[in-house]
């Protein structure tokens, strides 16, 4: 059951250029969001979050939007930079649950060229 | 920058055999995960833990999982009887408090023969 989907699973990028990865969820229970990055042979590095009652977040390069209505949201880097190339992984939290637990989804691979 | 830790970072048993596996969360943090990615599937959540116990366990944490935490810095993931299926990373996370963020491990590849 894929709550939370990420329907790129490459996307490449030149650098300097903007990069958007999308995530669509389906659980209107979600209220906390939040992307990671993560390089081969290590965990997942918290990256940035936005709560439900917020339509953007920024940090930096990166920015985040939500659009409740349509259930989606997406990641913005500008300007992408060789480092940025890793795989993005999109969570959601439903606050409902008592856990906390995160639900991700399979990730797009981002690829930021010369 | 403070950091989780996992140990080891390559777990090879046999099928049947319990496994232990370790982690030190961030010191400050109050609330502990375990998490697995299967090769080429997505990151599954398998269990929370504050306050001395579980607060939620996905359906994959069966009987054969156990958590718990030994001491005031370990956090540890038990499989009493491995199986095959349970080859996977399972990563280890930890958050100030449920609406924090959580902060990752790098990983125990385990890999059961």
């Known amino acids: 059951d894929q709550q939370v989907k990420q329907n790129s699973p490459s996307l490449s990028v030149q650098e300097g250029r903007i990069s958007i990865l999308n995530c669509d969820y389906t659980n209107s229970m979600f209220d906390y969001f939040l992307w990671y990055k993560k390089y081969p042979a290590e965990g997942p590095t918290f990256l940035i979050s936005?709560?439900?009652?917020?339509d953007k977040n920024e940090d930096g390069r990166f920015t985040v939007f939500l659009n409740k209505s349509a259930k989606h949201l997406s990641l913005h880097i500008v300007p992408s930079q060789p480092g940025d190339s890793a795989v993005y992984f999109c969570?959601?939290?439903?606050?409902?649950?008592?856990?906390?637990?995160?639900?991700f989804g399979k990730g797009t691979s981002l690829l930021v060229t010369p | 920058e403070p950091e989780v830790t996992q140990t080891p970072s390559h777990q090879v048993t046999q099928m049947g055999q319990e496994v232990i596996l370790r982690c030190v969360p961030i010191s400050n943090h109050l609330y502990f995960y375990w998490y697995r990615q299967i090769l080429g599937q997505k990151v599954e959540f398998l269990v929370s833990?504050?306050?001395?116990?579980?607060?939620?366990k996905s359906e994959i944490f069966d009987d054969q999982f156990s958590v718990e935490r030994p001491d005031g810095s370990n956090f540890t993931l038990k499989i009493r009887s491995t199986k095959l299926e349970d080859s996977a990373m399972y990563f280890c996370?930890?958050?100030?408090?449920?609406?924090?963020?959580?902060?990752f491990g790098d990983g125990t590849r385990l890999s059961i023969l």
């Open positions: 996370a930890s958050s100030e408090s449920g609406i924090q963020p959580q902060h």
């Open positions: 969570a959601a939290s439903d606050p409902s649950n008592s856990g906390y637990a995160l639900n």
């Open positions: 833990f504050y306050n001395n116990e579980i607060s939620e």
């Open positions: 936005i709560s439900s009652i917020k």
